[in-house]
């Protein structure tokens, strides 16, 4: 669906207004959705008939809790969790490069879809290649070979 909407975006954007193409867009997760509503959940029994439905999901809830707490508390979950957090809370130039290449370089949007669907295969293509021939290869041997 990203791939899709990324492609065909740019071209409808030469047809239609934004506010149109935004509604095309947004009608596949609004329809999915929609379909979630009408799933058929089974009720899962209560394990005690005397506890009242607060006190067992207040039980619930700090039992998860401390669960989550005793996950986040490791070293080897909290780094990462922080660099990805720094990561996507530095500034970027992407906003700024979007309407050079529109309105300096006059790239269409059309281009600029297709150019998304190259890189959007081009990262299921390199993920494939991991997954298949590089997976059991030490990084240090891939990052030699790749840099």
């Known amino acids: 669906c990203g791939l899709a909407s ?8 030469e047809t239609m207004s934004p506010q149109q193409v935004f509604a095309i867009t947004a009608a ?6 929609l379909i979630a ?8 029994p209560r394990l005690a008939a005397t ?12 039992s998860q809790g401390a669960l989550l707490w ?13 660099f990805v957090f720094l990561w996507h809370a530095t500034p970027s130039c992407g906003d700024a ?8 370089l006059l790239i269409g949007p059309e281009f600029l879809g ?5 890189t959007s295969l081009a990262s299921i293509f390199g ?20 840099t």
């Open 6 to 13: 990324a492609y065909f975006s740019g071209s409808l954007l």
């Open 51 to 62: 506890s009242s439905p607060l006190g067992e999901f207040v039980r619930l809830t700090s």
């Open 37 to 44: 509503l009408q799933l058929d959940e089974k009720r899962v």
């Open 97 to 104: 490069f979007f309407y050079f290449l529109t309105e300096d």
């Open 70 to 82: 005793q996950t986040l508390r490791q070293r080897q979950v909290w780094l990462p969790t922080l």
């Open 114 to 118: 297709r150019v998304q669907v190259g």
């Open 127 to 146: 993920i494939w290649v991991y997954r298949t021939y590089l997976q059991e290869v030490p990084i240090k041997e891939t990052l030699r070979w790749t």
């Open 28 to 33: 596949l997760p609004l329809a999915v959705a």
